[in-house]
């Protein structure tokens, strides 16, 4: 599969603990997203990054979420103390660009977190 | 920001018929319309697109509409098998900050019951 790819596919920690996820996009994609989906709704938009540059969170994302990509290639998602209200599917989606272009977001499988 | 409202929640068809799914978005620079499709346990899949310059699309048996004027588009599934159950999800999308912002509806339930 040369798709979008997630790690762990399911996560399940206690209340308080710190967890991490990783996406690895399509290997020519220099756009990134995090999103986070609840049961019954769409996917809500978490971040964005432009190759290792991260332009753009939500409000929804906490000062207990941070995420990162170093290179410009994976990315990683940490929650920090974690709480029940976290628990979700986590997405993470990447686009090939480039800027000023209507390109596809193409999804991984996510990563669902259940917090204890 | 964009609002995209989607309904209905939860649609049953028989097998062969056809199924509407209609959304509408609030702000006009949205100009890019995916749908997904996403299985149970499974990933959103692009199944269609269309772009504001366009009124409609069609991919076999899968066609999406277009009305910039009053903010609305649909998915149109004519033929229905049962492997179409899944929930669908329309979004908006617009440029902002050098990427196109997507946002999504709640959501369709299918079920095509053979």
């Known amino acids: 599969d040369t798709g979008v790819s997630q790690d762990p596919r399911h996560k399940i920690t206690k209340r308080g603990q710190n967890v991490t996820f990783r996406c690895d996009p399509i290997s020519e994609h220099n756009r990134l997203y995090w999103y986070r989906q609840t049961l019954g709704q769409g996917p809500e938009f978490l971040t964005y990054f432009q190759n290792e540059a991260q332009l753009e969170k939500s409000r929804l994302l906490s000062d207990r979420f941070s995420a990162e990509r170093p290179k410009g290639s994976f990315s990683t998602l940490e929650i920090q103390r974690t709480e029940q209200g976290d628990s979700a599917m986590y997405l993470c989606a990447s686009s090939l660009g480039p800027a000023g272009d209507l390109d596809t977001q193409y999804f991984g499988p996510g990563t669902r977190l259940t917090v204890l | 920001g964009e609002n995209v409202e989607q309904h209905p929640s939860t649609l049953s068809v028989q097998e062969g018929d056809s199924a509407v799914i209609k959304c509408t978005y609030s702000d006009s620079a949205s100009n890019y319309f995916p749908w997904y499709k996403q299985e149970l346990g499974k990933r959103p899949q692009l199944i269609i697109d269309?772009?504001?310059?366009?009124g409609e699309k069609k991919d076999q048996r899968i066609a999406v509409t277009l009305n910039k004027t009053a903010k609305h588009f649909s998915l149109h599934i004519t033929e229905t098998q049962p492997e179409d159950s899944a929930v669908y999800f329309c979004a908006a999308s617009y440029h902002s900050g050098g990427y196109q912002k997507v946002t999504f509806g709640i959501g369709t339930k299918l079920q095509v019951i053979p």
């Open positions: 269309i772009r504001s310059n366009v």
